[in-house]
């Protein structure tokens, strides 16, 4: 009995033990599941007095009249030379007593071009104006029209380009600033509006939410983290503020998404940090240095990352670096998947160069990435960015080896070919001279001219040599494939092969 008795309990115990491992996860989701579910029914029970008490109403009409007195007209007149067709010609003739050129004969004409904006008064005192570079590019005049009726000279303009900003000297009395905000502070859902004069419709407010962060458009030699809103932006909102529900600037309005031409709810606007940034060094220095580390990146799909032994894909693959560079001299090696840059995390390449253009040259700054598996860091001095460096283009000639499971054709790199595609010499490698849409290659970005120099860590050098070493690496599931343009841009895919067609 004495047995029996000390028995039970264990017995007892060894069944709850058993069945909390087996049934733990599923506890665990069902109590998660519940909080998840009571927070919510308690958030809408709230929503209920929100909406009857109308709180945003009352908040959009004081932020808008704390801003409105901010934002101002920027006018520009640019002179345009087009060359005039025989009836304009006659037009002008008839009309005017143009006695040009014979009617029947184009003449080059100059005409007046007449451009409207915004921009957003930022410092009151020294009559900063904050607005897009878009806005002011070739102009031959260009004048401010305050809300006040006033209509200001430009003392100078200062722009940059690649961001796409631009600072306008005034000097006048009575102006009203708006302050600037911190826009990493912003989270997608926030409200926010914006201000503007859309189709010429001066101080127009609009309102919606904080769409998306970190939106990139894919232009080159530009530096974007655009915040993307639904507010509705139109032409003319150009160089005007979009505002968060404290009153401040948190970013300057700069492009739509559209293929209407109205507004479609995808509105950019450059960040205001960012904006701080570069308005601070135009203001300064009259033009913008940026941080330059001398590599060349790309991100990862989840197979590229496991062939490279990395955690995850969130980082970016370094797939080139410049001899000389701070890169280089610091020990940074092709492969080499950046995870932080100056303590910031970064996750794909638009991110980590837009904070390596922020980074003040000079100052030295700490990187974190893999290298065959093993995390670890270093610290590099940026150097000033140099002058950007146009990609000649290649010709396409499909030829050659059929590589079908991938979806592309490929030749062993001769002389001929290296001229045919822009190559400077005869690099050593395979050449891709075809793709087929909607392959496995296609979809990697893979395209005709690009020279195969790797298979998974194996130099290749000819067609018989890249079916030899994929048939040994790809068994079932996949190869890594190192590529190369003729402008000498490096990157890594990862290629599955395609399943056989039915007959």
């Known amino acids: 009995m004495l047995q029996k008795k000390r028995w039970i309990p264990v017995a007892v115990f060894a069944s709850i033990f058993a069945y909390v491992a087996i049934d733990g996860a599923r506890l665990i989701h069902n109590f998660t599941f519940a909080v998840t579910k009571a927070r919510t029914e308690a958030l809408r ?48 003739r008839h009309f005017f007593g143009d006695s040009g050129s014979s009617e029947t004969q184009p003449k080059m004409r100059e005409f007046l071009k007449r451009g409207l904006g915004n921009g957003v008064v930022v410092d009151a005192g020294k009559g900063y104006i904050l607005t897009n570079y878009h806005l002011i590019a070739e102009a031959d005049l260009v ?5 006040d009726g006033r209509s200001l000279k430009v003392e100078w303009t200062r722009s940059d380009p690649q961001t796409d900003l631009a600072v306008v000297k005034v000097n006048a009395d009575n102006l009203i600033d708006a302050p600037l905000g911190d826009s990493d502070a912003i989270h997608v859902g926030n409200w926010v509006l914006a201000i503007g004069s859309p189709q010429g419709l001066e101080q127009t407010v609009t309102a919606g939410i904080i769409s998306a962060k970190g939106r990139n458009t894919g232009q080159t030699n530009t530096f974007q983290s655009f915040i993307q809103t639904d507010a509705a932006v139109n032409r003319g909102n150009s160089g005007g503020p979009l505002v968060n529900m404290k009153g401040e600037v ?12 109205g507004s479609e709810g995808i509105g950019f606007a450059v960040p205001s940090n960012m904006a701080i940034n570069i ?49 280089a001299k610091a020990g940074i090696k092709e492969g080499d998947f950046i995870t932080a840059l100056g303590g910031k995390g970064v996750a794909e390449p638009n991110e980590l160069r837009t904070a390596t253009a922020a980074l003040p040259p000079g100052k030295q700054v700490d990187i974190e990435y893999y ?16 002058a950007a460096t146009a990609s000649p283009s290649a010709v396409v000639v499909p030829r050659g080896s059929d590589l079908a499971q991938f979806g592309m054709v490929v030749d062993t790199m001769t002389h001929e070919l290296a001229m045919q595609y822009g190559y400077d010499g005869v690099p050593r490698g395979v050449l891709i001279t075809k793709v087929r ?15 195969i120099t790797q298979v998974q860590e194996q130099e290749v050098s000819s067609t018989e040599q890249l079916h030899t070493l994929i048939r040994n690496s790809v068994a079932t599931h996949g190869v890594r494939l190192r590529t190369m343009t003729s402008s000498g841009r490096v990157s890594f895919s990862f290629l599955t092969p395609e399943e056989p067609a039915n007959p």
């Open 371 to 386: 290298r065959a598996g093993k995390k670890t860091s270093l610290s590099l001095t940026p150097q000033e960015q140099p």
């Open 45 to 92: 029970q709230q929503l209920g007095p929100l909406a009857k008490s109308d709180a945003l109403s009352p908040l959009f009409a004081q932020i808008s009249a704390s801003i409105k007195p901010a934002v101002v007209e920027v006018r520009v007149v640019k002179k345009v030379r087009m060359e005039s067709s025989p009836e304009m010609n006659e037009f002008l």
């Open 250 to 261: 948190i970013g300057i309005n700069t492009a739509i998404l559209t293929e209407s031409g």
């Open 437 to 451: 849409p909607g392959s496995a290659a296609d979809g990697q970005g893979l395209t005709a001219g690009m020279v």
């Open 279 to 327: 308005m601070k060094q135009l203001i300064d220095k009259g033009k913008v240095s940026r941080g330059f580390l001398g590599i060349t990146t790309q991100s990862v799909s989840p197979n590229l990352a496991r062939s490279f032994s990395l955690p995850d894909a969130q980082g970016v693959l370094v797939t080139m670096i410049d001899p000389g560079s701070p890169a």
């Open 143 to 147: 004048r401010i029209a305050l809300p």
